[in-house]
């Protein structure tokens, strides 16, 4: 059991290690919705369909780890639905695979381009990245740790514009780029009946291929949390959760990117949430407030965020 421990802690101090410790300033920054949502981590055969719906507001100025002028920054307010159909299936308790498919609803208000630089705003639906990912949980019975690995898909709209070409391509709904996930993740009984649980999960997302002059940065998102599933109600069984979520994005390049002025950032998030479960139901859902943030530039920051989600096991 210890040697267990060792080896699970070497793989999490390797993936930290790993990370990129520079910043990137997405104008998104929703690499943070991936992590935290322990929920979604395999716990037996089957599949599980969710719909996931997750929103930020950004609309205050930051630069470095402050807040700045609005009159320092052209964009004044980055609006977003997130909307993801997502499959999980385990075809036994080592192998499984999962599919992604986002479309989002983008509400951009900017300095435009236009003689005289009014405010315009901009609001539009779009797909986003698909992302496809396999899944290897056969490390133990319990498939308490696993790895994912696969592709984020350029199937998003990263064209979208108006006749001044206002909207930068780091506001797009997609990156236009194909890039390689990988991730981990780990739960730990902490009690002997296992009430209590702690997990960890880090995602790393490296672009590979990209198009038009723009490459956005690497991005590393993890999260550590607890939770207790102790309160149970007839066939329903409400656990709250605790969770610290840390995110990191290298610069973007290419000449239609944002670097050096605007691009990267690091920043420390935490989330209660609370789950849900009426099997084959679960309904899921947190707040995330930023605690520490670093961008580099001035870029726009939410001061809260949300997530909620419903799945249904088969």
């Known amino acids: 059991m210890k040697e267990n421990r060792k080896y699970l802690l070497m793989v999490a ?6 990370a990129p410790r520079a910043a990137r300033g997405c104008a998104c920054g929703c690499g943070v ?25 950004q609309n205050q100025n930051r630069h470095g780890t402050a807040a700045a002028p609005p009159a320092d920054n052209d ?39 236009k003689t005289g630089n009014p405010i315009v705003a901009l609001d539009w639906w779009a797909m986003g990245d698909i992302r496809v990912q396999g899944i290897y949980t056969g490390f133990s019975p319990d498939m308490s740790t696993g790895f994912t690995f696969g592709f984020k898909l350029p199937t ?22 194909t890039d390689v996930l990988l991730g981990f993740f780990h739960r ?3 009690t002997s009946d296992g009430k209590l649980t702690a997990f960890f999960q880090a995602d790393a997302d490296q672009p590979v291929l990209a198009r038009e002059n723009y490459t956005p940065g690497s991005e590393f998102d993890e999260a550590l949390g607890i939770y207790y599933s102790g309160l149970r109600f007839h066939n329903v069984t409400i656990s709250p959760i605790g969770q610290v979520i840390g995110s990191e994005r290298t610069i973007d390049t290419g000449s239609e990117s944002a670097h050096p002025v605007a691009s990267g950032y690091q920043r420390l998030i935490l989330s209660p949430a609370i789950e849900i479960d009426a099997h084959p139901v679960r309904v899921y859902g947190d707040v995330e407030f ?8 001035d870029q726009l920051a939410a001061s809260v965020m949300f997530k909620a989600a419903v799945s249904i096991m088969f």
């Open 13 to 18: 101090l390797l993936f930290l290690a790993l």
């Open 33 to 57: 919705f991936q992590v935290g949502t322990a929920y979604m981590l395999p716990q037996s055969q089957g599949g599980m369909v969710t719909l996931d719906y997750d929103y930020q507001d």
């Open 75 to 113: 964009d004044k307010e980055i609006r977003t639905h997130f909307i993801t159909a997502d499959l999980q299936y385990m075809v036994d308790r080592s192998w499984g695979i999962e599919v992604e498919v986002p479309y989002w609803n983008r509400y951009f208000r900017t300095t435009s381009a």
């Open 156 to 177: 998003g709209d990263y064209t979208h514009n108006n006749a001044y070409g206002d909207i930068d391509r780091d506001s797009e709904v997609g990156s236009g780029s």
């Open 188 to 190: 730990q009984n902490l």
């Open 290 to 297: 930023p605690v520490y943030e670093n961008f580099r530039g």
